[in-house]
């Protein structure tokens, strides 16, 4: 059964400051992985999708790199902004139950500090 | 086309009643999902419709749930007796399928349920 897991479940970084944000997926028979961003009590915005075959995606201060074999997504966020603050998703689309599904982890609650 | 629309965004209700909850997708995409988001929690996938077919339910789908699309456009997601468990974020999806496409999903703003 895939499961993702997200480390750290919340992170607290002065304004300015380099960070990642890491997932990892127990099954590496993945056919994309995506991350998300959550603001409170909203639904959740695309930011970066990594198909299977792809190593990273960037888009603009983000980069997202994958590791299938290892199992593991990081989400770079360079010169963090208050702006930035937001909870972040990692979902991986994988085969369950004889169809693709989107299966999220838990989150990392990101807060950036003026 | 501004995106994918849920109304409510937030509804009260009360354990015991009935609520409904509707999506309209991205217009021109033909598959349409629904999810639940517990507090400190990601999505967790409840079900999803292809047009108007609807092609697979999870577990945690009980029978107390009922989604329906039939148009193949706006889907409602009805959960009857509601209990404070029911008590969440219903997210709804969309994606199209064009060949060699993504399949990516465009999540809507969601319908925050509290059951007293």
């Known amino acids: 059964k895939q499961e993702v897991t997200q480390i750290p479940a919340a992170l607290s970084v002065p304004e300015g400051e380099n960070l990642v944000l890491n997932c990892s997926f127990t099954?590496?028979?993945?056919?994309?992985l995506q991350w998300f961003r959550q603001d409170p009590g909203k639904g959740l915005t695309s930011l970066l999708l990594i198909q299977s075959s792809q190593r990273e995606q960037t888009s603009g201060r983000l980069n997202a790199s994958l590791d299938k074999s290892s199992g593991r997504s990081t989400l770079y966020i360079a010169a963090s902004q208050p702006g930035d603050s937001a909870t972040y998703l990692c979902a991986v689309k994988a085969l369950m139950d004889s169809s693709y599904k989107l299966i999220f982890g838990s989150g990392t609650r990101l807060l950036v500090r003026p | 086309d501004t995106g994918v629309s849920q109304d409510p965004r937030h509804k009260i209700t009360k354990r015991g009643q009935n609520v409904t909850f509707r999506c309209d997708p991205i217009s021109e995409h033909n598959r349409l999902y629904w999810y639940r988001q517990t507090l400190g929690q990601g999505p967790e996938f409840l079900t999803y419709?292809?047009?108007?077919?609807?092609?697979?339910k999870s577990r945690l789908l009980s029978d107390r749930f009922s989604a329906e699309r039939p148009k193949g456009s706006f889907s409602t997601l009805e959960i009857q007796r509601t209990e404070q468990g029911d008590s969440a974020m219903y997210l709804c999806?969309?994606?199209?399928?064009?060949?060699?496409?993504?399949?990516?999903?465009?999540f809507g703003p969601g319908t925050r349920l509290t059951v007293t």
């Open positions: 099954d590496s028979a993945i056919y994309n």
């Open positions: 419709f292809q047009n108007e077919a609807q092609l697979e």
């Open positions: 999806a969309s994606s199209s399928r064009p060949s060699g496409g993504t399949l990516e999903q465009y």
